[in-house]
């Protein structure tokens, strides 16, 4: 009978990413046929495990990866906030939601690529700092910009006791006082891209992700709409960068 890592089990159960799951079977919460499970234990299909009082279901599926074309106006949460729209009424209604992961939040006015997994594993992989996933944007702004606003970028700014830079920066096509620009970093903290514009007096009207790691938003998805990616796909981001 095929074994299974325990922290694995609460992951594609949808209890958290595997580092999540392992501090949770630290904490001491929960029961392997009513012991208390130690971390690294390994259970089987016909285990009892439990999170306190609650059942968890052993669930063996193969992992899914699927990319998103989120809009702009909808929130990563399943809560909603005023008129915007939950991202979890777009996504495909497979397994159970609730065993969704989203990685790679964008906030509610950004749009372009998002994840969802089935794999708290890989949902981790991607997200993990040190594995150096860089985040291709097309960002549309209004302001000055010139050499010296590029290497400030590139460099670093400091903002809110945080060093915050980009990877690279492209200027492109200019319409009226808009500019176009392609721009890379390596992190994925909140609203980055539009702090480090605005500290250089620029202000960002259009942000939309195009890339993550290995992955390209694939031509022809329309804002809303979802596909599921290939085997090729996964072993694109497990080499990616070795």
Partial sequence: ???????????RAGYGSRRGCEEIISSGKVTVNGEIAKLGCVVKNDDEIKIGS??????????????LNKPTG?????????????????????DNEKNLMIVGRLDANSSGLIFFTN???????????SNLFDREYLVRARGHFDEEIKENMLR??????????????????KT???RWYTVCLLTGRNREIRKIFESQGLQ?????????GPIFLPKGLKEGDW?????????KIYTYGK
């Fill in 156 to 173: 670093g700014i400091k903002i809110d006791n945080q060093l915050l830079r980009l990877s690279d920066i492209v200027d492109g096509d």
């Fill in 1 to 11: 009978m095929k074994k299974t890592r325990l922290q694995k089990i609460l992951a």
């Fill in 176 to 178: 009226n006082s808009n």
């Fill in 227 to 235: 596909q599921e990616l290939k085997s090729k796909d996964l072993e």
């Fill in 204 to 212: 960002v009207s259009r942000l939309k992700r195009v890339r993550f």
């Fill in 54 to 67: 609650k059942k968890v279901e052993f669930i063996d599926v193969q992992t899914r990866l699927f990319v």
């Fill in 119 to 129: 794999d708290g594993k890989l949902s981790e992989f991607i997200a993990h700092p």
């Fill in 74 to 94: 909808v929130i990563c949460s399943k809560k909603t906030e005023g008129n915007l729209k939950s991202i979890y009424d777009l996504i495909p209604k497979i």
